[in-house]
């Protein structure tokens, strides 16, 4: 009886210790916040483009069984103190309004916030962003943002990503965020510990700060679209950027390429949480790619569609780490640095739509992880570098480069055709074979007119001996 009722004691001790272990963490205030934001949108199925898309605040109750903001869809809390730390509402098919006073903004411990690829039909991004200062990932891209990108933005200092890229009219593809006041500069002045930058389709119009090259975490840069402009060597994009772009570039002889990150994968929210995933645009390998999780460590440069002018810095040479560089529809001049051939990990080099010259270095043959190169619609010239990737690729690659031959076009390089010295000691070598071949034909057909001749000779002079012993003996007889 003793031991029964001791055992009873221990249980009643236990339970109320476990059921206080199971409470809500989430706190009222937050809770509230939560689904007062959620009251002023309603759901669209038209409003997100993923074919993933589902309406995440339909979990979210305000009694009973599933009140708990922290269990619901989207939200992840700190698991010591029950601050909601991390909203995604990314593709949840919310359409509406962003009020500027939103009860959002109230939710100070965010350190993520998500809410790509939703409609909120032509709203400011609000002021009030900027209460958020512990934000660490945050992703505005494809949700119908529209107007300046307010100053508060820069206050975020703590910034790891940031992408306000592609709100855009989904009719005619206008430009509906900008970046006048503040400027690019000022905006990302104090973002000292960004790793990736989208801004692709956000009107800029102005040229590339130097202050970019004092990111020197930033493993990402998307300025597709910008109205960018400016030269690479002296202005923009610097030269010296691409040498500061330490995240780009191995640590040592040993690493290879993808710095600034773990190898653990990416969909982690730039190593802010275990079970976070995000979605990017880019074009990469000639596709836009858009909705897709990150799943490695991906290092690229997307400046396509800009106006920059000048040459393409040698130094771009340095970021071994890059598998993806887009510097298409510009209006760079010059040749092709044959400094590319260090990027050892490129997978994909868009160069095309510029008025680049000269030759396509060979050394490029050597980039062995190369599946797209495209440099159409240059003025380039001389033989296609023929080996390794480069046996692979199609004629549009090519095109619109008048002076460009050989394999896969259809034009051959002709004996006035410049080369490149690796091709023209394979030609010089074929020359000398040639020449060592006709020379060892002549001798043959020539040994073999000396042989018949010899021949011939021997034959014929055999006949003129015959007949003349006989001609001899007859004549012998008859004077006998």
């Not at 409003?47 to 708990?68: H, L, N, Q, R, V």
Request: glycine letters at 8%; a negative charge; one cysteine or more.
């Amino acid at each position: 009886m003793k031991l029964l009722l001791g055992l009873f004691c221990i249980i009643a001790c236990i339970v109320p210790n476990s059921s206080s272990s199971m409470q809500p963490l989430c706190h009222d205030k937050e809770r509230s916040a939560l689904l007062q934001f959620k009251l002023s949108f309603s759901i669209n199925q038209f409003a997100s483009i993923d074919p993933f898309a589902y309406p995440k605040t339909e979990s979210w109750k305000p009694i009973g069984e599933g009140s708990d903001c922290c269990l619901w869809d989207g939200i992840q809390c700190d698991m010591e103190n029950g601050h909601v730390t991390t909203l995604d509402l990314s593709s949840s098919c919310l359409h509406g309004f962003l009020n500027p006073n939103s009860t959002l903004f109230n939710l100070v411990h965010l350190h993520t916030l998500n809410l790509a690829d939703n409609d909120f039909s032509y709203s400011l991004i609000p002021s009030r962003i900027g209460c958020l200062s512990t934000l660490k990932y945050l992703n505005l891209s494809r949700s119908k943002f529209f107007g300046q990108v307010p100053l508060e933005v820069s206050n975020l200092s703590k910034l790891i990503y940031l992408d306000l890229s592609a709100n855009v009219e989904p009719s005619s593809g206008a430009h509906l965020l900008e970046l006048r006041r503040p400027s690019l500069r000022r905006l990302v002045q104090n973002f000292t510990s960004l790793k990736e930058l989208w801004l692709s389709k956000v009107t800029i119009s102005s040229r590339v700060p130097k202050l970019l090259a004092n990111l020197s975490s930033l493993k990402i840069l998307a300025l597709t679209d910008c109205g960018l402009h400016g030269s690479f060597p002296k202005g923009n994009l610097p030269s010296g950027l691409f040498l500061n772009l330490y995240a780009m570039e191995p640590k040592d002889q040993k690493q290879q390429g993808y710095l600034g990150l773990k190898t653990s994968n990416i969909s982690s929210g730039v190593e802010l949480s275990s079970d976070f995933s995000y979605a990017i645009g880019i074009r990469y390998k000639g596709v836009n790619m858009r909705s897709i999780s990150i799943l490695n460590v991906f290092t690229s440069i997307d400046l396509s569609n800009n106006k920059f002018v000048g040459e393409i810095p040698a130094t771009i040479g340095n970021l071994v780490g890059l598998q993806a560089l887009n510097l298409s529809h510009n209006n760079l001049t010059g040749g092709i640095p044959s400094s590319l051939e260090n990027l050892s990990n490129i997978e994909s080099l868009d160069l095309s739509h510029n008025m680049l010259l000269g030759q396509i270095p060979d050394q490029l043959t050597c980039l062995t992880f190369l599946e797209i190169f495209n440099v159409a619609f240059n003025n380039l010239s001389g033989a296609i570098p023929r080996g390794e990737q480069f046996n692979t690729f199609q004629n549009d690659s090519y095109e619109g480069n008048m002076g460009l031959c050989g394999p896969p076009l259809s034009k051959q390089c002709g004996n006035s055709r410049s080369h490149s010295p690796l091709q023209q000691q394979s030609r010089e070598e074929e020359d000398d074979d040639e020449e060592d071949s006709s020379i060892l034909v002549e001798w043959v057909i020539r040994s073999m007119g000396y042989l018949s001749g010899l021949i011939i000779g021997i034959v014929l002079g055999n006949i003129i001996s015959t007949k003349a012993h006989e001609w001899f003996v007859e004549t012998f007889k008859r004077s006998h």
